[in-house]
């Protein structure tokens, strides 16, 4: 079975940048929805910001202006350009994508938000 595979996490000063990827193991058709989503500890995970298949993007109200959510339709992979970073953006963040069939979640990659 395809799978997500998650890059880029790591640990970044505050007012620092990181970008993560999310690319599938193998072929994948028809996504019709590719999202963030992070969990914090002792917090329930939530949408950072999704796009759907015609280009149109949501973003959390927390990350709006300082995240990208962007895509490579021919590599079906996606990114989130993360800039201005603060500490309350530490979290392991997640993508998932959407078929007519799948709904695949990653395996999380820990960003660490630190002095």
């Known amino acids: 079975q395809v799978q997500l595979v998650e890059s880029g996490g790591g640990l970044v000063q505050p007012g620092g940048s990181l970008r993560l990827s999310c690319a599938p193991s193998?072929?994948?058709?028809?996504?019709?929805?590719m999202g963030w989503y992070r969990q914090a500890p002792g917090k329930q995970r939530e949408l950072v910001a999704h796009?759907?298949?015609?280009?149109?993007?949501n973003y959390a109200q927390s990350v709006k202006g300082r995240f990208t959510i962007s895509r490579d339709n021919a590599k079906n992979t996606l990114y989130l350009q993360m800039n201005s970073l603060k500490p309350e953006d530490t979290a392991v963040y997640y993508c998932?994508?959407?078929?007519?069939?799948?709904?695949?979640w990653g395996q999380g990659t820990l960003v660490t938000v630190s002095s």
């Open positions: 998932k994508f959407v078929t007519a069939r799948l709904e695949l």
């Open positions: 193998g072929s994948i058709f028809s996504i019709y929805v």
């Open positions: 796009i759907i298949s015609d280009g149109i993007t």
